[in-house]
C-alpha cells in the first residue's frame, strides 16, 4: 500500500466514525515522519492489530500480554511493512498458530498509545492500526512467546466489561453495532466494516 493510500483510509476511518478524533495525529505522523513504519523511529511507529472474531462474529480471540501483563487483541510492528492489513494478519497467524484466516481491508480502528519505556528503549508512540480478521477454519490455537495465554471470549463480555481495556471495550462495541447493522450483508460476502455503498459495487 502506498503512503496516499494509507492517507486516503485514514480519511476515510475519520468521516465513517467523526466521534473519534484521533485519526489526525496517524495523517500527521505518517505526513511528517520519513520512516514512519520502522521502529528504529524511536519516536514512534505505526504498528498493525488484529481484531481477530470467530466465523460467526460472537467471539474474539484476545492474548495475555506477555510483557504488559494485559488481555489485548493480537498484533505487532511492522517493521518497514506498510500494508498494515498484511502485518495484521501477518501478526494473527504468528500469535495465535491459526490458519485459514481472512483480513478485511478496511480500518476498523484507530489507537495511539503511549509504550512506557523500558530497558534502553524509550518511551515511545504506537500507532497502532487495527482490521478484522475472521477465523474461517480451526479454532483450536497455539501459545506463542509474545503472551502468556490466548482466549476466546465472547464480544458482548467484553463490551460490558467495565475492567475490560479501554480501546477493547470500544471495538467490541463497534463490533456489535456493526454486526447489527450490516452482518446478513457480510454473510454473503461484503465487507461489515467498509463502505456499504462499495460493497455494494464490488
Not at 64 to 70: D, E, P, Y
Amino acid at each position: 500500500m502506498t503512503q496516499q493510500a494509507m492517507r486516503e483510509a485514514f480519511l476515510h476511518y475519520a468521516a465513517r466514525w467523526p466521534d473519534e478524533a484521533g485519526a489526525s495525529h496517524f495523517i500527521h505522523w505518517l505526513r511528517e515522519q520519513p520512516q514512519p513504519f520502522h521502529r528504529e523511529t524511536r519516536a514512534g511507529h505505526f504498528t498493525g492489530s488484529a481484531w481477530l472474531v470467530s466465523a460467526d462474529g460472537e467471539r474474539v480471540l484476545l492474548m495475555l500480554h506477555r510483557k504488559l501483563g494485559r488481555w489485548l487483541q493480537l498484533g505487532g510492528h511492522a517493521d518497514g511493512e506498510a500494508d498494515l492489513a498484511a502485518v495484521a494478519l501477518r501478526e494473527a497467524e504468528e500469535e495465535s498458530g491459526l490458519r485459514d484466516l481472512e483480513v478485511l481491508p478496511t480500518i476498523f480502528d484507530l489507537d495511539r498509545h503511549l509504550i512506557p519505556a523500558r530497558g534502553d528503549e524509550p518511551a515511545h508512540w504506537h500507532y497502532d492500526v487495527r482490521y478484522v480478521v475472521l477465523a474461517r477454519g480451526d479454532e483450536a490455537f497455539t501459545v506463542n512467546e509474545e503472551s502468556l495465554a490466548l482466549a476466546w471470549r465472547p464480544v458482548s463480555d467484553i463490551a460490558a466489561d467495565p475492567s475490560s481495556d479501554d480501546s477493547l471495550r470500544r471495538m467490541a462495541s463497534k463490533w456489535l453495532a456493526l454486526r447489527a447493522k450490516e452482518m446478513p450483508r457480510h454473510l454473503v460476502g461484503a465487507d461489515p466494516v467498509g463502505d456499504p455503498a462499495a460493497a455494494g459495487q464490488a
